[in-house]
């Protein structure tokens, strides 16, 4: 069985698949049907990678096997990111998916874009109609597509930084890096 060091330890074969079909949109079940495990295993690989690689939640976990080189890397869509119709979101979603990325809870993440979570959840479905991500851990993967996140978003909500891999993408040309991302340290009190 092939093993990946991960920056806490050994991912094996089974944690890569998991991570793979999580990348492609799908939920514990849905890979777990995919995989041919159960969703009990599958939810088990799940923790023990974010362990590993030191993130929580799927969209972070994605990110992260992107980042690292445990997936292959989507290709470029050649497009940007499409828009949800609504001048206001668009100029929340780079920073809406570099903190789903990061690993933000969706509170928090809300706490970040100075929103409720009523509003959060809107800019999550808005954006993953426009782009046809049937869940939010998908999202990233739409991100990755359309270089709004790449290698240069590095950071982790715990305050890690992982280490990006050497470019490994199947398309042939290296992706640029994408938008740094300046999120606020401090909620401002006006």
């Known amino acids: 069985m092939k093993t990946f060091h991960a920056p806490h330890g050994l991912l094996n074969e089974r944690h890569v698949r998991v991570l793979d079909r999580f990348a492609q949109g799908d939920n514990g079940a849905e890979a777990a049907r995919a995989l041919g495990l159960s969703p009990n295993q599958v939810y088990r690989a799940s923790n023990t990678c974010g362990q590993y690689l030191g993130v929580s939640g799927r969209c972070a976990l994605v990110h992260a096997s992107y980042l690292l080189g445990i997936v292959p890397r989507p290709a470029y869509a050649g497009t940007p990111l499409p828009s949800t119709g609504r001048k206001v979101i668009d100029a929340d979603l780079p920073s809406l998916l570099g903190l789903l990325a ?4 969706h509170r928090e993440g809300a706490w970040h874009l100075h929103c409720g979570l009523t509003a959060w959840w809107l800019r999550i ?57 300046s999120l606020p340290t401090s909620r401002s009190t006006a």
């Open 125 to 181: 479905r808005l954006l993953q109609h426009a782009t046809g991500a049937v869940s939010t851990h998908h999202l990233i993967t739409m991100a990755w597509q359309h270089q709004v996140l790449g290698p240069a978003h590095v950071h982790t909500a715990g305050g890690a930084t992982l280490t990006p891999a050497p470019h490994l993408s199947c398309n042939s040309a290296p992706s640029p890096p994408g938008p740094q991302l």
């Open 102 to 105: 990061m690993g933000m809870t």
